[in-house]
């Protein structure tokens, strides 16, 4: 028997960025909103989580020169666990970045094994082999996802 998917986390992951935070540039997640749009319209419960700017305040430690800006895993984990969603969604824009959509998916699947986690974005799209390398995540969506995560679903 197929699991019911009802509940859905997006989540757009926290980012690394240099100290000083000069090449930082928050922007609404309108990726993860356009399908959240979809999914609520279709009888889906959905819960938004910008990791990057709900933490913008937090900063952990890279390097001499770099930090990672956003809520930290505990806090990712915290979220996920009190939502308690049936599949996590994580936007994975830029290569540069997929260690941490990476890190969420792992995080997911630490919270509960049965958690379905998909990734999608620019860097899955370009490069979903290398993506799919990674043991936590279930499946990718290639391209525009408000157009593919219905048919995922069904």
Known sequence: MKKKIRRIMLIQPPAYTLKDKSDMNP?????LCYIAGVLEKSGY??????????????????????????????????????????LVGISSLFTLQRKNAHRICEIAKNVSSEIIVVMGGAHPTAEPEMVLEDNNVDYVVLGEGEIVILQLLD
């Open 27 to 31: 922007n609404v997640p309108l990726g």
């Open 45 to 86: 419960e959905v819960n938004i989580v910008d990791a990057f700017v709900e933490g913008l305040d937090n900063e952990i430690p890279i390097s001499d020169d770099r930090v990672l800006v956003g809520l930290g895993p505990k806090q990712i984990e915290e979220r996920i666990r009190d939502y308690k969603p049936d």
